[in-house]
């Protein structure tokens, strides 16, 4: 990912998620060296499939963010970059990546199981429920996955 994919990224971004990131927090990740990537269907020009971001820590890496455009899902391109981004935490001699997912987000909760990744904890009221309701929150489920 290039602070020129950011503006698309973040399109996809507000159209797959109630409380969506900001551009800011894409930019701000990639100021920061974290391992971003971006999937397109054929080259810098086509269309934007998908995206990561992960954050490498000393032996543990944590996947903050995954993402596909609607129109691609269920076509295998999240375990592409599940792939991608567990590789990357190898290559920088992490033991194990965790991430957070929503309950409510029963598709990925099965990519992240069926992956290998494991429940491992629950951060109460993590999420907010939308960008315009601040105030509900939802919890996540933490999941980690040994490499």
């Not at 909760?109 to 509900?136: E, K, W």
Request: aromatic share 10%.
């Amino acid at each position: 990912m290039q602070l020129s994919d950011v503006a698309e990224v973040a399109e996809i971004e507000r159209s797959v998620y109630a409380a969506p990131w900001s551009e800011g927090n894409f930019v701000d990740s990639l100021m920061a060296g974290y391992c971003a990537w971006v999937l397109r269907t054929d080259g810098r020009a086509a269309p934007l499939i998908g995206y990561f971001v992960l954050m490498a820590a000393v032996d543990e890496a944590h996947l903050l963010n995954l993402s596909i455009a609607s129109a691609w899902q269920a076509q295998g391109h999240g375990l592409f970059l599940l792939r991608k981004a567990t590789g990357l935490a190898v290559d920088h001699h992490a033991t194990s990546v965790i991430l957070e997912v929503r309950p409510s987000n029963s598709r990925a909760l099965a990519i992240y199981r069926r992956f290998g990744f494991h429940d491992h904890g629950l951060r109460r009221r993590y999420y907010p429920a939308s960008a315009q309701d601040q105030q509900s929150r939802e919890d996540a489920i933490v999941m980690r996955l040994p490499l």
